[in-house]
């Protein structure tokens, strides 16, 4: 449990209605954050359909209690049950959600093992195509699809998409030809633009930064468990003996299971801590009030053009991207070749599904893992353990590349599985090291446009002429999480440098700065004196 304190501490509990006699510096603190919005506008202006639609800011009452609330100390008991009450709603929403994101995206490669190919007779490269025109629709969306979620309530934004997941999945199942399919599937990957970073920042909503690599890991799970899952719908729908081709029941099954679980989560979930009616007025304060010391509590819906344009010179933007891009070269090729590969191992059908279920059990194993070292780590490691978690992987795709023995190669291959473990952590660099909303949404969108790009490349290294072992893949596999490894630890150098470069600014008197007075500001990591990075 993390340590709540203030400069100014009192025992009393704060009281949450707004006094005639707030203290000057609360006033002006609240004065500062209501001069930088559209508040004033927004009240005057009549509402379109557009503005009830959009996100609403945080009202000047409910940030005049927060800054109340940050003078006094936090009752440890009260916090304790508020984000008791915050990982039971949001981590198991978060959780599935993640889950049907994998399945959804892993589809096509069951498919694959289910006669797909030949019933659409895909030739040449075409099945790759198909692989990547998935993340060329992500790629396209990508950035639009960032911009939306800082102006739409985040929630109902993603289980919009989330139902478009559905939708595009089941047409796929009409697909007559490659065109057919290969039209959907830059539709869904277009849909499915918006997942990774809406979850990040629903994280980064809700949770401390000393949090968030924990909660990151917790949903994150559910890739493993999605794996596993995947694995037993396809021995399960594989084995249905109905009027239509197994790869057809693949889409339509899972399809509507993701549809479906959309519509409960555009209900049920609450898009901000603001506005939820899960908790109560006092709850609401203290889910904000508790972040005090993370130097990122606004959720503005404004585009600010000077952090925008701070993120495109800001050099860690571009090892954002180049971080998504490496981890994720592999990515695409497993996710679409790994039931390939295994069967390439000397399965049959049945046997490659199953194999699946042991692969996404390893990664909840190095998921849980990390988790549990990096809570116990003292602060200024979490790279390092993101780069010992990626040495696995490395040895994994060697192995499969240049052992001979099938169950030498298939471990191999579930040991590939340990770099999800460093992307946990990776997503928490992203929620933790970034301040501002407009530069964090920016710095989001490299990190998976990078993951985009990666994986349209990744398909594209693994050669029909070479199955079913595919070397030339493998390997170009494994030289892309070395790359990665290098990425980490030149983003921890800039990391330590910057947080040196402000400590000795400080301690020469060249900066000085109050702890509190940019907590309710929309201010960058570059314009907050007090902020450090994450190491």
């Known amino acids: 449990m993390p340590t709540y304190s203030s400069n100014e501490k009192t025992t009393s509990s704060p009281n ?151 939708v595009l999945l089941m047409a796929q199942a009409a697909s007559r030809n490659f065109t057919d399919l290969a039209v959907l599937r830059v539709l869904s990957g277009a849909a499915e633009a918006t997942a990774d970073p809406a979850f990040v920042l629903i994280t980064g909503t809700w949770y401390t930064r000393s949090q968030q690599p924990t909660r990151i890991g917790y949903w994150y799970l559910a890739n493993g468990l999605g794996i596993a899952l995947g694995g037993l719908f396809g021995y399960g729908i594989g084995h249905i003996r109905g009027s239509l081709p197994s790869w057809k029941y693949e889409f339509l099954i899972i399809g509507a299971l993701c549809s479906a679980w959309s519509i409960f989560m555009y209900i049920f979930i609450p898009d901000s801590p603001y506005f939820s009616r899960w908790f109560t007025p006092e709850e609401r304060v203290i889910i904000v009030s508790r972040k005090r010391g993370d130097h990122n509590l606004t959720d503005s819906r404004e585009w600010n053009a000077a952090q925008a344009l701070e993120a495109f010179i800001d050099p860690k933007t571009y090892l954002f991207f180049l971080f998504g891009f490496t981890a994720n070269v592999p990515n695409g090729a497993t996710s679409n070749f790994g039931t390939l590969i295994v069967e390439g191992f000397g399965f049959n059908t049945f046997q490659t599904t199953l194999m699946q279920i042991p692969y996404g059990m390893v990664i909840v194993a190095f998921i849980l893992a990390a988790i549990f070292i990096n809570s116990k780590l003292p602060s200024g490691y979490r790279t390092l353990l993101m780069a ?25 291959y579930w040991l590939t599985g340990a770099s999800n473990a460093t992307f946990v952590l990776g997503l928490s660099l992203l929620s933790g090291n970034v301040g501002g909303q407009t530069k964090k949404a920016i710095a989001s969108a490299a990190v998976f446009l990078g993951v985009a790009i990666g994986n349209i490349v990744g398909p594209f290294l693994f050669k029909s002429s070479e199955a079913p072992t595919y070397h030339t893949g493998v390997v170009g596999c494994l030289v892309s999480r070395a790359l990665e490894i290098i990425i980490i630890l030149v983003l921890r150098f800039i990391f330590i440098m910057s947080n040196r470069r402000r400590d000795r600014a400080v301690a020469e008197g060249r900066v000085q700065y109050d702890e509190g007075a940019n907590e309710l500001q929309d201010i960058t990591d570059w314009k907050n004196p007090a902020f450090r990075y994450v190491t």
């Open 388 to 412: 010992v978690t990626n040495v696995p992987t490395v040895v994994g795709f060697a192995m499969v590349a240049w052992c001979h023995g099938k169950g030498a190669r298939l471990a191999g």
């Open 16 to 166: 949450l209605n707004l006094d005639h006699d707030v203290e000057k510096a609360e006033v002006e603190q609240v004065e500062n954050v209501l001069s930088r919005s559209k508040f004033h506008d927004e009240e005057t202006r009549p509402a379109g359909l557009l503005d009830r639609l959009q996100k609403k800011n945080p009202s000047p009452e409910f940030l005049a209690e927060v800054a109340k609330m940050n003078q006094t100390e936090l009752d440890p008991q009260k916090v304790k049950h508020v984000e008791r009450k915050i990982d039971f709603l949001i981590m198991p929403a978060l959780a599935i959600c993640y889950m049907f994101y994998y399945v959804d995206k892993t589809t096509l490669s069951y498919a694959a093992i289910f006669s797909l190919k030949t019933d659409l007779k895909l030739t040449g490269s075409e099945y790759s195509w198909l692989s990547s025109l998935f993340y060329f629709g992500w790629l396209g969306w990508a950035l639009p699809t960032n911009i939306l979620m800082q102006r739409f309530p985040l929630n109902k934004y993603l289980a919009f998409n989330i139902f478009l997941w559905g």
